[in-house]
């Protein structure tokens, strides 16, 4: 991993890679929707295209302390593990969605990232507790 005055330190981080598989399907499946319903097929390729830039341009690491969110350089989120209380990935077959529950709120994040490395860091960084 390339540091930068801006770039996570830790020698301990773990950057996940993106991974494309539910933006393009999203947009592809935009494709054949759009014999049936228009503008329903409008939505989910728009929707599927948001989904492509988020992955192209936000990276994720699990660094000693926190999931550190980055677009570029830029640090836009941090979430510190000593506030999470519990943390999913929905579908084993096909993760599609990310699950944290924080002390004073939860989050929903579809899977626009390597879902191995992201069970891996998780339960490597943050073991489970339910609340």
């Known amino acids: 991993m390339t540091q930068s005055p801006s770039a996570p ?7 996940l890679m993106p991974s494309y ?7 592809l499946s935009a494709i054949p929707l759009l014999l049936v319903q228009p503008w329903v097929s409008v939505v989910v390729g728009l929707f599927g ?5 988020q992955a192209v341009t936000l990276r994720l690491y699990f660094t000693e302390s926190a999931l550190d969110i980055y677009r570029g350089e830029t640090l836009i989120r941090r979430f510190p593990y000593s506030e999470w209380q519990h943390w999913e990935i929905f579908w084993s077959p096909i993760p599609i969605l990310f699950y944290f529950k924080e002390v004073k709120s ?26």
């Open 9 to 15: 330190v830790s020698t301990e981080s773990i950057q």
């Open 106 to 131: 939860i989050h929903f994040l579809p899977i626009l990232f390597d879902p191995k490395t992201l069970r891996a860091a998780l339960e490597t960084k943050i073991p489970r507790v339910r609340a």
């Open 21 to 27: 598989t539910i933006p393009l399907a999203l947009a």
């Open 49 to 53: 295209l948001f989904l492509l830039f």
